[in-house]
């Protein structure tokens, strides 16, 4: 099993709402990161978790929360959110992190989230 | 701050046709990935290169990386409609400095080939 789930497909939520976005992975990979990725544009690192610890924040605002429950799952809970918050978001995994030279990260479908 | 320029940003053309994609730095990466997006979808993984000179080819798809590992490029033989969609480089730095273990994305190629 190669593969990166997401659910759900396509979010819509008010800013005063508040929402999560789920990812899972059945590969044995110790590294699990959120991406958010605009039209047209490569994904930007928000989160990277090691071992289901946190390892990298890039400075997301608190409005975005991670969590990793275990090795398997990755969770993003969503709070008072901005229309500039509309976006691909992307889950990934990779065997460890670092994982010199490789560093291969194998990506979800994404979830289509619009803030309104 | 390593970078990745990728080019061309965008690139139309019709079936049959042969296309290049190239990413180049001035910085060494310990490898490069190349990945192939399609709207709506997560980048799919095509392939990793990891030794300089190296040639790996994916049926129609062939990649290099660089001698000195500073840079690539995707050439794909006769495209398809199939092979529309965005493509993607991303390398990855040596150890040491705030880049280590993430992932250097290119600017992305969009193709678009027509039937």
């Known amino acids: 099993d190669t593969e990166v789930t997401q659910t759900p497909k396509h979010l819509v939520m008010g800013m005063t709402n508040k929402k999560s976005l789920k990812c899972e992975q059945h590969m044995g990979h110790r590294a699990m990161y959120w991406y958010k990725q605009k039209a047209k544009k490569p994904p930007e690192l928000m989160f990277v978790?090691?071992?289901?610890?946190?390892?990298i924040n890039e400075s997301v605002p608190s409005r975005f929360s991670p969590e990793c429950p275990n090795s398997s799952l990755l969770n993003l809970h969503l709070h008072a959110l901005q229309p500039e918050d509309s976006a691909l978001y992307l889950c990934a995994s990779s065997q460890e992190w670092p994982s010199p030279p490789y560093n291969e990260q194998f990506f979800g479908p994404g979830t289509r989230l619009t803030v309104l | 701050t390593q970078l990745l320029e990728q080019s061309p940003q965008f690139l139309s053309i019709q079936e049959g046709e042969n296309l290049t994609v190239y990413c180049n730095s001035s910085s060494v990466f310990s490898s490069l990935q190349w990945y192939r997006q399609e709207p709506g979808e997560g980048p799919v993984l095509l392939v990793t290169?990891?030794?300089?000179?190296e040639v790996k080819k994916l049926k129609r798809l062939t990649f290099q990386f660089g001698d000195a590992r500073k840079d690539s490029s995707l050439h794909i033989t006769a495209a398809q409609p199939g092979d529309t969609g965005l493509y993607l480089c991303?390398?990855?730095?040596?150890?040491?400095?705030?880049?280590?273990?993430?992932?250097?994305f290119g600017q992305g190629t969009i193709l678009t080939v027509h039937p």
């Open positions: 978790y090691s071992y289901e610890k946190l390892s």
């Open positions: 991303a390398g990855s730095p040596y150890a040491g400095g705030t880049s280590y273990g993430k992932l250097t």
């Open positions: 290169v990891v030794t300089g000179g």
